[in-house]
Every structure is written in C-alpha cells, then in structure tokens.
C-alpha cells in the first residue's frame, strides 16, 4: 500500500509535470533553430545543430512517457492486487458465515432429536360439575297450533252458517280420513242425521210429481220418478244444533223441483244442406317430381340450407339460404357430405332441416 501511495502523490504527478515542462522547453527550441537556420550563412552547418537538438528532444520526451507509462503500470497492477486480496477476504468471510449457520443449524436439530421425557398426566379430566339432566316425559302433540300460519284452508264455518248451507264441521266430519298419523288415535265418524220435512210438503211434492210424471214436459213423455222413502230416524233424539240446522234449511233444498219449474228447452239448429256437407277439393297434384339434373344416383335425403355458409377449406361446400343439397353421408362428429347445383363436398350438419 505504501508503494501504492508513493506512486498516486508523488512519481506521477512528477512525470506529468516533466512532460509539460518539456513540451515548452521543445517549443523554445523549435523556435531557436528555425530563426538560426533563416539568419546562419552556412545553412549545413545549422541543420546539423538542429538535427541534433531534434534527436536530443526526441530521446528526453521518449524517456519521460516510457517512465510515466511503466508508473501507470505497476500502479494498476498493485490495484489489482489490492482488488484480488479484497475479493479472497470476501470469500473467506462468506465461507465462515455459512459454517457458522451449518454449525447453528444441526446445533437446533441435535437439540430437537435429544429424547424428553414429557409429565404423565391424566388426558381426559372430567367436569367437576355435571348438569342436571331433566327426566323424559312425552309431551302431547297440539296438531292446531300452526293452523293460522301461512296461507292454508281457513275455517269458514262461520261464514257458511250465515248463508244457510250446511255446517262446514259436518262435512269435515264426513270426510274425515279413516286412518291417523303415527301416535294418533283414530277417530269414528259422527253420523249425519238427514234433514226431516214436513208432512205437508212431502205431500205436495208427490202430487206435483205425479201430475208431472203423467203430463210430461213440452209434450214428451216423462218416466215416473221414483220417492225416495224417509231414512228411520235414528236411535235416541235429535241434538238441538242438528234441529237448528233443519230449520236453516231453504224450502228449494228441501222440496224437489218439478216440471214445472224447469226451463224450456234450447230451439235445435236447422238440419244442413246436403251441399254444405260436401268436402273441399283435393289439393292440386305435385308437379315438381323430376330429380335435378346434379342430384345422384342415390343419396340419403334432401336438405335445404337455413344460413349461409362460405367454405374455409378445398373440400367443403358455399351455399346461401335456401339451397337445396342431397346428402350422401353423415359422420359423426356433426358434419354431411352433400352434393349441390355447384358441386360436391363437406358442409355442417346444422346448417340445414330436412326438406318435405
């Protein structure tokens, strides 16, 4: 380092300096022989002097940058040197790190394969409270509890009594199903009690269907309508609601209609005329029989095009909307192979519907 130093402040800052000294020192020279060879009487003479001059200050001047340049030169040889022993202290330094690291690591894993003994300990530990657990009973189902929600059949049996029908509890009672949900006990149907009519009606209706029966209605003849006899009453007597219920009743339910009352018959339509029921005209026949010209031998149907189509190889068909093709093959990736008015080749099956 200390040749290193001399070289950097002191050998070649003096050659520098030597050589820009010389270059004035040259130019003084230059200068001299030029005017002694103009002035000199014996011009021999004074080219010798300043050949000799020229050769001198040529040497001077080769001397000066041969020392400089080999200055330069040891300087950056012992720079590299300086660089080389940088570099190997680096390398050395890396080296060491990665000991250091290795010898930490497999420190860490002897440490993680060294053998311990752990404390036994009891692994499932019981609560030292346990909760009460509630005895079971069976609980009784309340099947109307979620009648009200929702949008499902609401009960109008309210309604219905107004306008005198007959009670919506007798007929759910009517069509009860037989059999239950698992856990429920089958119901038994009440009997419904037929309505009771009075005497006085029963009599009138009979000779209003009598009458009727011989009459008959609009002029035809009508067949005598069997009465149905009255159910026997049931045993024991009848509840107050079922007797409120009789009495609700209208007349028109409890009296049958007779035919009297009836509507008159609809007027039938007038027959048709034989001419009327002729059938139409047949179609006119099917000129267009002839095969083309271009269509095969033989060919498996004919097809006409839905969309247009332009070929994106040597072997596939272009055709507009409307063209009529005969295929010859299907294959089973999609595509047919056809044959047209412009020639023959590959089209996609999708392009076309059958023709009828």
């Known amino acids: 380092m200390a040749e290193l130093q001399q070289l950097l402040e002191f050998e070649i800052p003096m050659g520098r300096e030597a050589l820009r000294s010389n270059h004035s020192s040259l130019l003084r020279v230059a200068d001299y022989c030029e005017s002694n060879y103009i002035q000199a009487t014996e011009k021999r003479k004074a080219l010798e002097e300043t050949m000799a001059f020229t050769t001198q200050a040529l040497?001077?001047?080769?001397?000066?940058?041969?020392?400089?340049?080999?200055?330069?030169?040891?300087?950056?040889?012992?720079?590299?040197?300086?660089?080389r022993q940088v570099e190997a202290n680096v390398s050395t330094l890396d080296q060491m790190v990665n000991m250091h690291i290795e010898k930490v690591g497999r420190r860490e894993i002897g440490a993680l394969a060294v053998f311990q003994r752990l404390p036994t300990s009891q692994k499932i530990i019981p609560p030292e409270n346990l909760p009460?657990?509630?005895?079971?009973?069976?609980?009784?189902l309340n099947f109307t509890c979620l009648d009200d929600v929702g949008h499902g059949v609401k009960d109008l049996s309210t309604q219905l009594s107004r306008t005198g029908t007959l009670s919506r509890k007798s007929i759910k009672a009517a069509?009860?199903?037989t059999s239950g949900t698992l856990g429920r006990v089958p119901r038994v149907p009440e009997p419904v009690h037929?309505?009771?009519i009075p005497d006085e009606k029963v009599s009138a209706a009979?000779?209003?269907?009598?009458t009727s029966s011989t009459e008959g209605i609009c002029g035809f003849p009508v067949a005598n309508v069997p009465v149905m006899p009255q159910a026997p009453p049931l045993p024991g007597s009848m509840s107050p609601s079922a007797e409120a219920r009789e009495k609700s009743l209208p007349e028109e339910l409890l009296t049958p209609q007779t035919a009297a009352d009836l509507p008159p018959p609809l007027d039938l339509p007038p027959?048709?005329?034989t001419d009327e029921l002729m059938l139409p005209p047949p179609p006119p026949p099917d000129f267009d029989l002839e095969e083309p010209t271009w269509a095969p031998a033989q060919y498996l149907e004919k097809v006409v095009t839905l969309y247009p189509y332009t070929c994106q190889k040597d072997n596939e068909l272009?055709?507009?909307?409307?063209t009529t093709i005969c295929v010859t093959r299907r294959y089973s990736d999609g595509w047919c192979e056809g044959v047209t008015s412009a020639g023959s080749g590959f089209f996609p099956g999708n392009y076309v519907e059958p023709s009828y």
């Open 318 to 322: 272009s055709f507009d909307v409307g």
């Open 175 to 177: 069509v009860a199903p």
């Open 206 to 210: 009979s000779s209003l269907t009598s």
């Open 59 to 83: 040497a001077s001047v080769a001397y000066q940058i041969s020392n400089l340049a080999g200055h330069l030169l040891r300087m950056l040889d012992l720079q590299d040197t300086g660089l």
């Open 194 to 196: 037929l309505p009771v």
């Open 271 to 273: 027959p048709l005329e």
């Open 132 to 140: 009460v657990m509630e005895p079971y009973y069976r609980k009784p």
